[in-house]
């Protein structure tokens, strides 16, 4: 599977059932020698009042359950989230 392939996803939490949003911006973090991914990057913004919150949800690639045709499965309890201001 190409990473082009990947964006456009819907990120779906296995354990709930609900549609966490859809791929559209991600980075990788890749291993340069193995060619392997290790985490998967999605930043989440939205307004609270005045400012612009980001959010980057870090999920590790071996904690990530299926990369289907249309879906992504993961478990939100295994991510790690960064928040902050923009």
């Known amino acids: 599977m190409r ?3 990947i964006l456009g996803k819907e990120i779906i939490d296995y354990t709930k059932g609900e549609k966490l ?3 559209s911006h991600a980075e990788f ?4 020698h193995s060619g392997y991914i290790h985490t998967l990057e999605i930043p989440v913004s939205h307004w609270q009042g005045w400012r612009k919150h ?3 949800i ?3 690639w071996k904690k990530i359950y299926r990369v ?7 478990d939100p309890t295994q991510a790690e ?4 201001y923009k």
Do not use: A, M, N
């Open 68 to 74: 289907g045709e249309e879906t992504i499965l993961v």
């Open 81 to 84: 989230v960064q928040s902050g």
């Open 54 to 56: 980001k959010t980057i």
């Open 21 to 23: 949003g859809v791929l």
């Open 58 to 60: 870090r999920f590790q």
């Open 3 to 5: 990473l082009s392939e």
């Open 29 to 32: 973090s890749i291993d340069e």
